[in-house]
Every structure is written in C-alpha cells, then in structure tokens.
C-alpha cells in the first residue's frame, strides 16, 4: 500500500462493555494486494446468545429515554466519528478497496444519519381517532426491542452507521452483522460506541453468514430484521425467519439491474459522465446494488455515446485504493473478481463487442483483485450480462428505436430498483419516471442518495425502504388505546 493504515492484529469481540471470546478467529483481506491484516472474532451461537442477552438487558432503559435525550447520545457518537473520520475512511479503503476519496464521503454520510435520525426521532408519535362519539382512541409507537441488522460488504462504515442509526433512534437497541469481507470499519465503530452509548445498546458481530448470520436471524430474542445484500441471501434470511417458529418483521434491500434511459436530445458527452457516475467505477468499482448497469441509448446517437463512454473511462485511474490519485480500487475479493470475470466471459461468448476493459489494468499492485472499468456494446436484451445483477465494473449499452419498446425493455428484469433518465424533455422524464417498475428514479442525476427521501426497490429488489421518516417509522409497531368509559366504578 502506498501509505500504512494502523489497524489492530487481533480485534476482540465486545458485548455489554466486555470482551468476549469466541472459539475461532477469521482473517481480514486487503483486496488492493490479498494480504491479510487482521484476524476478527468469528462469533458462534454462544456470542450471539450472549450479544442478545446483552441486547435484551439494555433495551428497556434505551427506550425509557425520552426521544431528545436518545438523539443526544446519537450526536455525541456522530461527533466521534467525524473526529475519526481519517482513519476510519483510510481503514475502509484499505478494507473494501474503494477509493479513498469515496470513503471520505461514506464517513460523512454516515455522520449525517446520526445526527438526522436523532432529530426526527422527536417527530414519532400516535395519532388521537374519532372511532366513538365518548371515547378517546389514540395510537403509539413502540419500538420492536432488539434488531438484527444485516450488512453488504460495498460500504462498510457507512452502513454500519446509517443501518443503526433509525432502529437506535425509535428506542430499538441493535446488533450489527459486519460484512464477511470488510469487517474492520464495523468493529472500530462498535468500540467507539462503547465508550458513549450504554452497553449493549449497539453491538458489532463479525462471522460468516452459515455461523453467525443465521444463527442471528433464528434467534427467538430477535423480533425486527433488516438485510442487505444479494437477492439469493435475502430469499435464505426470509426463509430461516419463518422457519424459526417466531414471527419476525423482515425488511430486504436486495439488488438491481438497473437501466439508465437516453432521451434523444441529451448530450452524448453529458450522458457519458452520467453513464460512469451511475455505475459507481469511482466509489465501488460498479459494486452497488444501485448501479446503472443497462445504458439504452437511441440508435440515431449510438456511436457517439459510446465513443464518449470509452473516453471518459479512459480517465479513471486504477490502482492502491489509499492512493490520493487512484479514482477506482479493487475488488472486495478473489471469489469477487471471479465471478465478475465470468460475467465478462459471458459477453465475450455471447456476441457483444467489448470495447474497453475486461482484464487487469497496467501498474496495479501485485496480489490484488483489481479490474480496468469494462463496456460492452452491441448487446442484446436477452444477454446474461443485460439481464443478471454482476455487481462489478461492466457496463452494457443496448440501442433502442421505439419508445414502448425501451419502456418494455427497461421493465424486463426480475429486479426493480432504481432507474435513471436522461432528457430535458419534461413530459418524456415525467412519462419514463411513471412508467418505469422502479422504486427510486433519478432524472439528469448520477443515484445521490438523500436521507430525506425513502430508497426501496419493487419486485425482487426488495421490502421495505431505507431512510427518511418512512425508515424511523418501521422500526416501530403501532399499539391502539380505547378510553371507552372513564367514569367506570371503581
């Protein structure tokens, strides 16, 4: 790496303020050069008995905290963070493989949450009913008690943050499943968290998914689940929660194929850089559930869009993700890059041109999982690069003639994420926005995230919705009260 990261060599399990001991430990990866820098508690059935137990003991007394008082431990903890911010940025750099740059933001980001989740928390409440002429009928909000929350490996602090932040805010206390493969930002998160929340409140475990993930989603003192990540992972998570025998709230923030549609009096050069910025190269290397990986261009500007793509992807820069100069880093890991390859191999086979990428850059370091950005043209709708989630650095252009068509098209996937739109037409945005099966739609933007806004896909995208009030409010259950009579004998 060009410039060290402190990291620990061994980081302890901490549940309820104390270190735990687990009975075997998982190694941590830098993917910019597969070496492993850390070794991190694999937590068996007995830590995540003991994490709930803990979850459990705290929760009561969180939740007795008015929403004003709660709110002030969710700030101090945001200031913590951003007084960290540096390192913690460097150590998911180094962890994940995104750019350092990137991670910078997510550190922000996921400050922000805190501080916005702890402000609205003071904005839940019931509502009074008129359901009888004498009675008083109002409602409350209750939090669920302790909530499991399941994290991607893409952005690791950042969700850790943001993915906590609600459920704490509604009086929930929480444990985090870190990602298998960036475990680090989690736990240093966790120990900050120790020395200003009340133990138990929030809790980090790191495990793989068959150890510690389902024995997480099964456990009976688990009443609210959230999950991020891969369609077929959220299907299990679903499944051992039913198969639990307890009735659990289960919300999944699950992948896409997401299109981004060109109007034909956009720009080729802006929708170049609307193509790139959509597809994460620069903050994920293209592993985003949120990425625009179909980019439908009309057949009368095909050629220059895809000539301004292949230029613009020229200026990203692969390399050391802890390099200031490098706007695109590794993938998270071997099994990573594999699979992304396939994908790659797939198109080739398939008959789609790859103009740029599809192998190793120049000049990366040795040992590490890296890819140059990758286009394909001259796809076809029924390719398995236009038609499955890669969650890597390739991006398909399919050409379009027939608007209907292009609708139809877009629409032709599984998933149902998000979708972007290019145009300063504004009934041709208005009328793709509406028509469109997705659940976030960006028009002349690149997928900003906004935590006032809910982020939900439809179909097999996923349940449920992350951020804005709609986030806070799910993390609660609604209780009735009927004053029916006050003048009862007594």
Request: glycine share 10%; aromatic share 6%; with cysteine.
């Amino acid at each position: 790496m060009t410039t060290e990261v402190a990291v620990r060599d061994r980081y302890p399990l901490v549940v309820g303020g104390r270190e735990v001991s687990t009975s075997a430990n998982m190694a941590a990866q830098a993917p910019g050069t597969g070496e492993t820098v850390a070794e991190v508690p694999l937590a068996d059935a007995e830590a995540v008995d003991r994490a709930v137990e803990a979850a459990s003991d705290a929760q009561p007394p969180w939740a007795a905290l008015s929403a004003a008082e709660r709110g002030r431990y969710l700030r101090d903890l945001a200031d913590a963070v951003r007084e960290q911010a540096e390192r913690l940025a460097r150590i998911d750099a180094m962890d994940s493989g995104n750019p350092l740059a990137a991670m910078r933001n997510d550190a922000a980001y996921g400050a922000d949450a805190l501080d916005y989740f702890a402000g609205i928390a003071r904005e839940l409440h019931g509502k009074t009913l008129p359901a009888s002429a004498n009675g008083l009928h109002f409602t409350l909000r209750e939090p669920y008690g302790v909530v499991a929350r399941i994290l991607p490996f893409n952005h690791p602090l950042m969700f850790t943050l943001f993915h906590a932040a609600a459920p704490l805010a509604a009086g929930n206390t929480v444990i985090v499943k870190a990602p298998d493969q960036t475990p680090i930002s989690p736990l240093e998160v966790a120990y900050l968290a120790a020395e200003i929340l009340p133990p138990g409140v929030l809790t980090v475990l790191t495990g793989d998914g068959a150890t510690t993930g389902e024995c997480l989603v099964a456990h009976p003192g688990i009443s609210r689940i959230g999950f991020t990540g891969r369609g077929a992972t959220g299907l299990r998570v679903m499944e051992a929660a039913a198969a639990s025998g307890h009735v659990k709230h289960v919300t999944v923030e699950l992948g896409g194929k997401n299109p981004l549609l060109v109007a034909p009096d956009a720009d080729p050069a802006y929708v170049a850089e609307q193509a790139v910025g959509g597809m994460n190269f620069e903050s994920s290397q293209g592993q985003s559930c949120g990425s625009t990986s179909r980019l439908y261009v009309p057949a009368g500007m095909h050629d220059d869009v895809v000539d301004a793509v292949a230029a613009r992807l020229d200026q990203i820069r692969v390399g050391d993700p802890l390099d200031p100069e490098t706007t695109m880093g590794p993938l998270v890991s071997e099994p990573q890059l594999s699979r992304v390859q396939g994908y790659v191999e797939a198109g080739k086979s398939e008959g789609a041109r790859m103009v740029a990428g599809g192998g190793p850059p120049d000049g990366v370091p040795e040992g590490g999982y890296y890819l140059a950005p990758t286009l394909f043209d001259r796809v076809d709708p029924g390719h398995v690069i236009a038609t499955e989630e890669i969650f890597g650095p390739v991006l398909s252009v399919l050409e379009w003639r027939d608007r209907d068509d292009l609708i139809a098209q877009a629409n032709a996937t599984r998933y149902g994420l998000a979708a972007n739109i290019i145009t300063n037409d504004l009934d041709w945005a208005v009328d793709a926005a509406r028509r469109v099966r997705a659940g976030c739609v960006w028009i002349n933007g690149r997928g900003q995230h906004f935590l006032e806004t809910p982020f939900g896909g439809y179909k097999d995208s996923g349940l449920g919705a992350e951020g804005s009030m709609e986030s806070l409010l799910s993390y609660t259950r609604t209780k009735v009260v009927h004053v029916l009579d006050i003048g009862a004998p007594t």
